[in-house]
């Protein structure tokens, strides 16, 4: 059996909303923010149920996602990475805009996809043109792990939950400067939140 069959219909449906995610962004790349806003788009999922319990509403969801698009566009610098070069006396906003100015907006971020496609050739997940970034692509790999440590058959929502905070990048970031942590979100599991 592999991977992507132990997903339960809700985290294969995360996934593909993740990758429609990338494609409405433009982007080169399915990034672990795409397989947050994937992960949002299941109103009824456990994932979410999760969220709404560590106080992360529905109404909050947007700032979420914006909050993932401008850690990527400033090139995955953290806020605590931002705030310990602005005590040094640099100004990572500054930078930024200083780049987009010259280079255009987004200029830290990948490549967007050109409309006519340039598909041929990629290694596909559950049906995605589109190549993984690596951090997105450990986020899946990890699911799978806090799956088999949660004694659970198969691949759900909370597991891909619990591998975006396990993973570096976007999504882990705006989540734990939220206080949502793994431990947070196991916390819950073990208090039978996840209905």
Same mark, same amino acid.
Request: proline letters at 3%; one cysteine or more; aromatic letters at 2%.
């Given at each position: 059996?592999?991977?992507?069959?132990?997903?339960t =219909?809700t985290?294969?449906?995360?996934?593909v909303?993740?990758?429609?995610a990338a494609?409405?962004d433009?982007a080169?790349?399915? *990034?672990?923010?795409?397989?947050?806003? *994937?992960l949002?788009?299941?109103?009824?999922?456990?994932a979410? @149920?999760l969220?709404?319990?560590?106080g +992360?509403?529905p109404?909050?969801? $947007?700032?979420?996602?914006r909050?993932?698009?401008?850690? %990527?566009?400033?090139g995955?610098?953290? @806020?605590?990475?931002?705030e =310990?070069?602005?005590?040094?006396? &640099?100004?990572v906003?500054?930078?930024?805009?200083?780049?987009?100015?010259?280079?255009?907006?987004?200029a830290?971020?990948?490549?967007?996809v $050109?409309?006519? !496609?340039?598909?041929?050739?990629?290694? %596909?997940? +559950?049906?995605?043109?589109?190549?993984? @970034? $690596?951090?997105?692509?450990?986020?899946?790999?990890t699911?799978? %792990?806090?799956a088999?440590? +949660?004694r659970?058959k198969a &691949?759900?929502?909370?597991h891909? #939950? +619990?591998? #975006?905070?396990?993973?570096p990048g976007? =999504?882990?970031?705006?989540?734990?400067? @939220? !206080?949502?942590?793994?431990?947070?979100? %196991?916390?819950l599991?073990?208090? *039978?939140?996840? !209905?």
């Open positions: 059996m592999t991977m992507m069959e132990r997903f =219909a985290a294969r449906q995360a996934v909303d993740a990758v429609e494609r409405a433009r080169a790349l399915v *990034g672990e923010e795409h397989l947050l806003a *994937g949002l788009a299941q109103a009824d999922s456990t979410v @149920r969220l709404a319990a560590s +992360l509403g109404d909050q969801h $947007p700032a979420l996602l909050e993932c698009r401008d850690y %990527r566009r400033r995955g610098i953290g @806020r605590a990475e931002a =310990a070069l602005r005590g040094l006396g &640099i100004e906003d500054e930078i930024i805009d200083r780049v987009e100015e010259i280079w255009g907006e987004g830290l971020l990948a490549p967007a $050109p409309e006519s !496609g340039g598909r041929r050739g990629r290694k %596909r997940v +559950l049906g995605s043109h589109l190549p993984w @970034r $690596p951090e997105a692509k450990k986020a899946l790999e699911s799978l %792990r806090q088999l440590d +949660l659970s &691949i759900g929502s909370e891909l #939950l +619990l591998g #975006l905070l396990v993973s976007a =999504a882990k970031e705006v989540l734990t400067a @939220r !206080g949502i942590t793994s431990l947070h979100i %196991r916390a599991l073990a208090k *039978g939140q996840q !209905g």
